[in-house]
């Protein structure tokens, strides 16, 4: 486990990493968590329901172990193959019963369980002081039998260690190697690529692979985003744009708190509480404020080491390598709050609750969202919708949880509280109660998860509400704005609407779509438009 994550960043077992003190924001926690899969864990806990998925991925991991053999000149003894699929398979299924579902981990009290060291060597009779110790020391981090970590699902952990005592060592191994091989199998050979990509046209529906440029365009992004970010705003994103972004995120800042002033179920304690902390929602647009300066982007990647152009699957290692001590290392230091977490390439926008922070970096800040020198109107239904979407994640069913800094304290009355749960389950419900029958093939009765989809839910319903009367405003400061030339049919309100149906306009296959059903906390494209636009009833 611990060589893994040094290595690779990877949770096969046990999730690691260093983060922001939930409850102590300004300081560094080590946190602890349940592991990832290698399917959806709803697969794996109902594989009968999905026969055709699950042969694909025993049939992925038999071709990758007889892969491996050939390259290592070796012979496969195809019954015991398939006997170490089943096994490993069999133990995959196991840990995902074991896992926590998303709709049991919105709570952050929960899931803030502090313990030392010893006290879960105790709990779980391992010796998680010589694991953790492996793992940090690496990056310059003493761990002792006191050191503090949050352990987010201690029922897990311990569950873990059962079932580990339990199985086969031979199975863990495989298991080990597997989930290594599936995270790192694409930077080797075409062979393993081939694998790779016919399992996704079952799982996801692919039909082709992007083009290699493509390909490599992204996994330059992925592993040295920082550095190519700074050419890509070079050429793609102004300072006239970001200043444009800016004086935008104070006008959705401003709607957001019209509507908190007029909201009628959060009562007056609460309401001032609720606008001091949207105040103090801190931005961040385009890219960091070192970019331009080749010293801070040196210091930025110090300690990477240099690149090859021979070696790519050693530059993979050393990337990731690079990237988990980096996190390891923040521990015992105050939290980097001013900090980007993506590159600015991303098409993409993120609210961050332990810091109360926004960020909207170049990459979304293009077409079709934003336009310099476009119709204002089509801007506010693009990217104000976005803003106000983050905006508004600060107060959903998780991001209200914190507090002005951040903080997991409450802040909210009982009386809020109760009236902003009757409000957000009206929500759950809505969203929950909507049928997809064009996935009845693949999962009969199919609807929205209206409880894991919940926060994004309501981001979407109050952005584009903050939207519409930040761009108002808008209107009675400048006056109404001129009919586009070609599209004088539409009035500059109803461009604000197609833009905003616009931005979300995507096409996906059955198996994606299944996907976003079973593990996306955001509903599909289709109702990100029609469901907010139907509760402004009343509204326009």
């Not at 329901?49 to 070796?74: D, F, H």
């Not at 004088?488 to 296959?509: D, G, H, K, R, V």
Request: hydrophobic share 40%; proline share 4%; net charge negative.
């Amino acid at each position: 486990m611990a060589e893994s994550k040094v290595q690779t960043a990877a949770d096969y077992l046990v999730n690691v990493w260093v983060f922001a003190d939930q409850k102590d924001t300004f300081t560094t926690a080590i946190y602890m968590d349940q592991t990832s899969l290698g399917m959806p864990r709803s697969v794996l806990v109902q594989m009968e329901n999905y026969e055709e998925r699950v042969a694909a991925y025993k049939t992925y991991i038999t071709t990758t172990a007889e892969l491996i053999a050939k390259s290592l000149g070796q012979t496969v003894d195809a019954a015991q193959l398939k006997k170490d699929v089943e096994d490993l398979l069999k133990f995959e299924e196991e840990l995902a019963e074991i896992t926590s579902p998303a709709e049991d981990r919105r709570d952050i009290d929960r899931m803030y369980n502090p313990m030392t060291v010893e006290e879960l060597s105790k709990h779980t009779g391992l010796d998680w002081l010589h694991i953790l110790s492996d793992m940090f020391s690496p990056a310059g981090v003493t761990v002792n039998a006191a050191t503090r970590l949050i352990v987010q699902e201690p029922q897990y952990i311990h569950n873990m260690t059962d079932l580990m005592s339990s199985t086969n060592a031979r199975i863990i191994s495989n298991y080990l190697m597997w989930r290594h091989v599936k995270s790192l199998g694409g930077a080797t050979t075409r062979s393993m690529r081939d694998a790779a990509f016919q399992y996704d046209m079952v799982a996801n529906g692919v039909s082709a692979e992007e083009p290699r440029n493509i390909q490599c365009a992204n996994e330059a992004n992925t592993f040295l985003g920082m550095a190519i970010g700074t050419e890509y705003v070079k050429t793609y994103f102004s300072q006239q744009a970001k200043d444009e972004a800016n004086a935008m995120v104070e006008d959705l800042r401003e709607a957001f708190k019209i509507l908190l002033e007029v909201n009628e179920w959060m009562d007056a304690e609460t309401k001032p509480k609720a606008i001091e902390k949207a105040n103090a929602i801190s931005k961040f647009i385009g890219y960091p404020d070192w970019y331009g300066n080749e010293t801070a982007l040196e210091t930025f990647y110090e300690g990477l080491g240099d690149m090859h152009e021979s070696t790519y699957f050693a530059n993979v290692l050393a990337v990731e390598g690079w990237s988990a001590r980096e996190e390891l290392s923040d521990f015992g230091k105050p939290s980097k709050r001013d900090r980007w977490f993506s590159p600015p390439t991303i098409v993409n926008a993120y609210y961050m609750p332990e810091y109360n922070s926004i960020t909207f970096p170049a990459g979304i800040l293009q077409p079709p969202f934003y336009r310099s020198n476009s119709l204002m109107a089509l801007n506010y239904g693009g990217i104000g919708q976005v803003i106000g979407h983050e905006i508004t994640h600060g107060f959903d069913d998780q991001g209200r949880q914190n507090d002005k800094d951040g903080n997991a304290l409450p802040w909210w009355t009982n009386e809020t509280l109760e009236a902003f749960q009757t409000h957000a389950q009206c929500i759950v419900d809505q969203y929950g109660s909507i049928r997809l029958p064009e996935l009845d093939d693949h999962l009969p009765n199919a609807t929205l998860n209206g409880i894991n989809t919940q926060g994004e839910n309501i981001a979407d319903n109050g952005g584009l509400r903050e939207a519409l009367l930040a761009y108002q405003l808008y209107v009675e400061r400048f006056g109404e704005e001129p009919r586009l030339p070609g599209l004088t049919e539409y009035s500059p309100m109803q461009l604000f609407f197609l833009n905003n149906a616009n931005i979300w306009c995507t096409s996906t296959t059955m198996e994606g779509l299944l996907n976003q059903v079973l593990t996306d906390p955001h509903s599909p494209a289709k109702f990100r438009v029609l469901v907010p636009m139907l509760n402004m009833k009343g509204v326009l």
